[in-house]
Nanobody
Framework: EQLAESGGGLVQPGGSLRLSCTAPGFTFGYHVVGWFRQAPGKEREPVSCISSRDDTTAYADSVQGRFTISRDNVNNAVYLQMDNLKPEDTAVYYC???????????????????WGQGTQVTVAS
């Protein structure tokens, strides 16, 4: 399955964006889904995730209180609402999901199998 991210773009500091992760024929509802980002010259880092077990969520300290991950089972998508964006949030953002229906908490989970191509987020004035 190929996941697809959308919703990236250029935004001023303090602004908001909502990223979407979709995949035709892929049911997000029973999968661990995570958002990651990679800034130029840096390693990819986890940003947020949502559990397959009970939809509990986890966030990196750097985005806690500003970003919100959610799962939309009607539209079969996972979103990352990003508010109060900062220049240091500039990166390519990727979504990822595990391979099989699962029953996991996502915090600490690292067995992602499906990945998207990424969407660029640039925060600049």
């Amino acid at each position: 399955e190929q996941l697809a991210e959308s919703g990236g773009g250029l935004v001023q500091p303090g602004g908001s964006l909502r990223l979407s992760c979709t995949a035709p024929g892929f049911t997000f509802g029973y999968h661990v889904v995570g958002w990651f980002r990679q800034a130029p010259g840096k390693e990819r880092e986890p940003v947020s995730c949502i559990s397959s077990r009970d939809d509990t969520t986890a966030y990196a300290d750097s985005v806690q209180g500003r970003f919100t991950i959610s799962r939309d089972n009607v539209n079969n998508a996972v979103y990352l609402q990003m508010d109060n964006l900062k220049p240091e949030d500039t990166a390519v953002y990727y979504c990822a999901a595990d391979k099989y229906y699962s029953n996991y908490y996502c915090e600490g989970f690292n067995d992602y199998f499906y990945w998207g191509q990424g969407t660029q987020v640039t925060v600049a004035s």
